[in-house]
């Protein structure tokens, strides 16, 4: 599993023009999901995010963590994310897993997130999306779960 993280001061993901997932402060989440992934990859990867300290403290070091702040999450799939551009000049995507594997685990992140009382938005699986976000820093992570490491 995949993870893009980004500190935000606000995000939005709109689809048809319509907003379907908002929040203030906090991180936008764009996960990949990836064949061999599953439940336990989910969690460990998600529990990782909200504990990563990742937001200034009083005296603005990185001390405190999303659950720290009772900050705001919005998962955004994105499977693009496993794009392997390393041959040719079109990205090769077989990494990422078929779309009920991962729209199935996405599921299940969007509950993780709720079940742990954090203010959760998220975008569609498979539609096209605009993602609108201020960018806090700029602070960006990428982050593998363990499984993701042993991919060829």
């Known amino acids: 599993m995949r993870a893009v993280i980004q500190r935000v001061s606000r995000a939005e993901v709109r689809v048809d023009n ?13 996960l990949a999901v990836a ?5 336990a990859e989910l969690n460990w990867i998600l529990e990782k995010i909200c504990q990563l300290r990742i937001f200034p403290n009083e005296a603005g070091k990185f001390d405190l963590s999303l659950m720290d702040i009772g900050g705001e ?3 955004v799939s994105q499977f693009t994310l496993y794009g392997d551009c390393r041959k040719g000049r079109r990205p090769d995507f077989t990494k990422a897993a078929p779309p009920e594997k991962a729209n199935a685990l996405y599921e299940k ?12 938005a998220s975008g569609q699986f498979a539609a096209m999306m605009e993602v609108e976000l201020v960018n806090d820093g700029p602070v960006t992570i990428i982050l593998d779960s363990p499984m993701a490491n042993s991919l060829p």
């Open 35 to 39: 064949h061999e992934d599953t439940e």
């Open 109 to 120: 992140g969007i509950l993780w997130l709720k079940n742990r009382g954090i203010r959760a």
């Open 73 to 75: 999450a919005l998962l």
């Open 18 to 30: 319509a907003s379907i997932g908002k929040i203030s402060v906090g991180l936008l989440i764009f």
